[in-house]
């Protein structure tokens, strides 16, 4: 009977999940940690936030609209196996210009930041394209990622807002130059 | 025997998207059918921010022709046999009607009312003929396509509720806006992913 019991106690584990892109919970999980889980990534998300909250109107809402769109056209791109020259480099660059952008406090027209932003919006989306055929849940996941780099906009535009204090102001532009100093950590090799 | 009747009970099992799940009786499967299948969740919430951001007192026809939508697809998807060709058509008809009507809570631009009425037909026609479930048949299958449109209509109030709630703040206006790029956005990659192989 004791043997009986264990094996009855081995049988009732489920499926082993680790690692593994399971489903569609897998799928949306996967594609929300996608872009927290590089810190790449994660500094150019919310260098486009900062950079939108220190614009002001309409950049603060313009910026993080616009990038998940031009995203896709990456992320396209990246799932049609057409090639993009150095987008390691591109996403290390991204986090250098833009955390520039807010530390130098650099207030372009609203079109040229706009095309700033869509341009290392590209290489962002081709790098979490290329990861979406391999998906268990291509929808879950890129509905995952696009979310979860659209909360860490949201994120730098939070920490922008600090911008209409003069303490907070400095606080940013420090941020600002922070973001550009991981990118040049990545565009170096020492990250 | 009875021992191994009860270890064979106890083996796990998987469920699966967009597949009736087990253990659940037809009417239950029938309404998380929505909730499962992705594609569904983001054509109801674009339309339903669209409706809630146009205003859901001037657009109330929107909302039953979206019913009645739903219930001429589930009538037909109802009546007819499951092929899969026709299948995976509807899946990228639903997925182009989910980023085009994101792309219009992007925009946020004042819409006809009549526009609004073939939005909510056209979509509730696309989702109800895309909610049978081919392992169904017979009175499971029409069970399970009145809970699927029931689900419908319930998933269709959330996000109209939010979108009509937010109407009175620029700030949560944009909001709104910015779910509606992340729905384009999720859309025309796994568009891009299903027309793939030919490109």
Redesign the interface.
């Known amino acids: 009977m004791r043997y ?1 019991l264990i ?2 106690l081995f ?5 082993a999940q680790a690692h593994a892109e399971g ?2 919970a897998g799928g ?1 999980g996967s594609g929300l940690l996608h872009p927290v889980l590089g810190l790449d990534h994660v500094v150019a998300m919310l260098a486009v936030g900062l950079w939108g909250a220190f614009l002001g109107n309409p950049a603060i ?1 313009l910026l ?2 616009v990038f ?2 031009v ?2 056209v990456g ?2 791109l990246g ?3 057409i090639p993009i020259p150095a987008v390691e480099t591109g996403i290390a660059l991204s986090a250098i210009v833009l955390g520039l952008m807010v530390a130098l406090a650099v207030r372009p027209a609203m079109p040229v930041a706009a095309m700033i932003v869509a341009l290392f919006a590209i290489f962002h989306g081709y790098a979490h ?1 290329t990861e ?2 391999a998906s268990a ?4 996941f ?2 995952g990622f ?2 979860s780099t ?1 909360l860490l906009h949201l994120l730098g535009v939070a920490f922008g807002l600090l911008a209409r204090w003069p303490v907070g102001r400095g606080l940013v532009r420090a941020g600002g130059g922070l973001i550009a100093l991981v990118g040049v950590a990545y565009l170096g090799g020492l990250l | 025997m009875w ?1 191994v009747a ?2 064979l009970l ?3 099992t ?4 967009h597949s009736p799940i087990e253990g659940l009786g037809d009417f239950f499967n029938g309404i998380l059918h929505p909730v ?1 299948v ?2 569904h969740l ?1 054509l109801v919430f674009a339309l339903g921010l669209l409706i809630g951001q146009q205003g859901v007192q001037a657009n109330l026809n929107a909302i039953w022709a979206y019913l009645l939508g739903v219930a001429m697809g589930a009538v037909i998807a109802g009546a007819g046999p499951v092929l899969p060709g026709p299948m995976a058509l509807l899946e990228l008809a639903v ?1 182009v009607t989910a980023m085009g009507i994101a792309l219009l809570v ?1 925009l946020a631009v004042r819409l006809p009312s009549a526009f609004l009425m073939l939005l909510g037909l056209s979509g509730g026609v696309l989702l109800g003929l895309d909610s049978v479930q081919a392992e169904l048949q017979g009175t499971a299958r029409h069970v399970a396509l009145f809970g699927s449109a029931v689900a419908l209509y319930l998933l269709l109030l959330y996000p109209m509720a939010l979108a009509e709630r937010f109407d009175v703040h620029p ?1 949560l206006r ?1 909001g709104v ?2 779910i509606g ?2 729905i ?7 568009l ?2 299903l027309l ?1 192989p030919a ?1």
């Open positions: 009986l094996s009855f049988l009732l584990s489920n499926t489903g569609l949306f809402w993080p609209v998940p769109l995203m896709t992320g396209v799932i049609l196996g394209g979406l055929p849940s291509p929808l879950a890129s509905l696009v979310i659209g | 021992r009860i270890l106890a083996l796990p998987s469920a699966w998207a499962f992705p594609a983001l997925l992007v700030w944009v806006r910015i790029s992340w384009a956005a999720s859309a025309l990659l796994v891009a992913l793939a490109a």
